[in-house]
């Protein structure tokens, strides 16, 4: 091999570890992005349900929409 392929070859290495790199961090702040939206929705279910024990069963067909 001669020099010029070698360091062609090395630049093209160097490219590829900055790549892989950067996609790695973008995977690490995409996990901890889903993490809190998981969270978010977990206590937003845990209130949708309190409320629901809390308040009594209503007959939908019977209430009169806002607009009349």
């Keep these: 091999m001669n020099e ?3 360091i ?3 630049t093209k290495l160097a ?3 900055d790549l892989l790199e950067t996609l790695n961090q ?3 702040r995409q996990q901890k992005q889903i993490g809190s939206l998981q969270e978010q929705f977990r206590l937003l279910h845990q209130q949708v349900k ?3 024990a809390d308040s009594e069963p209503r007959n939908l ?3 009169i929409p806002p607009h009349y």
């Design 8 to 10: 062609e070859l090395e």
């Design 15 to 17: 490219f590829a570890e």
């Design 4 to 6: 010029s392929r070698i």
């Design 26 to 28: 973008t995977v690490i």
């Design 61 to 63: 067909q019977e209430e």
């Design 50 to 52: 309190e409320s629901q």
